[in-house]
């Protein structure tokens, strides 16, 4: 009965820790405080590029994560050569 709960406070702890995302609001205001601490203003066209390369390289990260050929859930097919299935497996 205690082992029971205790699994149960795990795998609630699992599953409320998975669902932290940044809110499209507090991603702005963590990459204006990244583009601040660079040393751009607030309001001029350098800090909008801040922002721009900021939001451009989150994407590429994105892209290359879902289309990259090392990652096994989003890459290309896997094809496998050869013989080795069925009894006879020796003759191909």
């Known amino acids: 009965m205690h082992i029971s709960r ?12 998975a669902c932290q995302t940044l809110t499209p609001e507090q ?3 963590a990459d204006e ?5 660079y040393g751009f203003k607030l309001g001029t066209p ?4 801040c922002l721009m390369n900021l939001d451009l ?7 290359a994560f879902m289309y ?5 859930f989003w ?8 013989g080795g299935y069925g009894r006879h497996w020796h003759r191909w």
């Not at 405080?33 to 601490?37: H, L, N, Q, R, V």
């Not at 350098?46 to 590029?49: D, H, I, L, Q």
């Not at 390289?57 to 892209?63: G, K, N, S, T, V």
Request: proline share 7%.
């Open 57 to 63: 390289d989150r994407r590429a990260d994105q892209r």
């Open 46 to 49: 350098p800090f909008a590029n």
């Open 6 to 17: 205790i699994l149960c406070l795990i795998a609630l702890a699992a599953v409320v820790s």
């Open 75 to 82: 890459g290309g097919p896997t094809v496998i050569v050869g």
């Open 27 to 29: 991603q702005r205001a």
């Open 33 to 37: 405080a990244k583009c601040s601490g």
């Open 68 to 72: 990259g050929d090392n990652d096994p």
